[in-house]
């Protein structure tokens, strides 16, 4: 364990991924922190999408990759109220059986993530919570929005810094193999 900004601590095994997608599904973080090589499995109930940061390092880019990942429509018009759409209409693909139980996107690299555009980078990160919310309070039937970001230890205290900027929580994800 080691102690971050703030005298709060940073768990150096984290909490599982289910118990980390649990609390996201009512009040808990929204984005998760994985350390190392592959996170676990997301559970087969999700829908899991993989990213990297190193194709989102401008705002286009990140319209891109995401619109590419979550299969946005034709239409998405590249700009942060569409993104925000499209984000909040992950369900509308869904038909009534096969209802996924959350989504899931695992940025990799995630401190490239919009390294040098602050302003566009805390909109990303505080739109996050905005999606949980809405799979949590909004939409129906209820469903789990989560992040999980994916670094390498010596670049986890920075890429913690600047969520924490944003106004985001970041927990430490674990495997309980590890724990």
Request: glycine content about 8%; proline content about 5%; overall charge negative.
């Amino acid at each position: 364990m080691t102690s971050g900004a703030g005298g709060d601590s940073i768990s150096d095994t984290g909490i599982p991924l289910a118990r980390f997608l649990d609390a996201a599904s009512r009040k808990g973080p929204a984005v998760g922190l994985w350390v190392g090589s592959r996170p676990p499995s997301a559970p087969s109930s999700y829908e899991y999408r993989e990213v990297t940061g190193r194709t989102m390092t401008t705002v286009n880019g990140l319209y891109e990759t995401y619109a590419r990942a979550w299969d946005f429509p034709d239409y998405f018009g590249h700009n942060a109220d569409a993104f925000d759409e499209c984000m909040r209409e992950l369900d509308d693909s869904a038909g009534p059986t096969d209802s996924p139980a959350g989504y899931l996107t695992d940025i990799v690299d995630a401190d490239r993530l919009l390294a040098t555009d602050r302003e566009a980078f805390d909109w990303f990160a505080t739109s996050q919570l905005r999606f949980r919310d809405h799979y949590r309070d909004v939409a129906v039937p209820h469903r789990t929005f989560a992040t999980l970001l994916e670094t390498s230890a010596d670049r986890r205290r920075e890429l913690i810094t600047r969520w924490r900027r944003a106004g985001v929580t970041v927990v430490t994800v674990g495997d309980d193999r590890r724990l």
